[in-house]
């Protein structure tokens, strides 16, 4: 925060907030009366059914990566992370971005 010098400016600018807060407040009470002043109209049945109607669930895989896909991708995978690893090893940086970097 800032720290005024000399009685004028300390006394204008808590003029300035003490206004700024009346504003504030008068606002929010002006506010509240009229969000209070609308009717409330609540509307509550209960239906009991003896049997329910459950929806078809069909399960479809949309995923554009498949299973196979990936297990024949996986040696080669493995081996540019080794090759990422020893680049990284030799860059020297820091435990927690190479943690990082092992999950890309």
Known sequence: MFVCVGGFKKAFWLLVMTA???VLL???V???RKYLS???SVKLTVDH???L????VAICN???????SLEAAAPAAAAARNVRRRKK????MSPNVLQILDLI
């Not at 090893?89 to 020297?92: A, P």
């Open 20 to 22: 700024m807060a009346a």
């Open 26 to 28: 008068y606002n929010v």
């Open 30 to 32: 002006e506010l509240t």
């Open 38 to 40: 609308y009717p409330i």
């Open 49 to 51: 059914k003896q049997q």
């Open 53 to 56: 109607v459950f929806p078809t």
């Open 62 to 68: 949309m995923s554009p990566v498949k299973k196979s």
């Open 89 to 92: 090893r030799s860059t020297g």
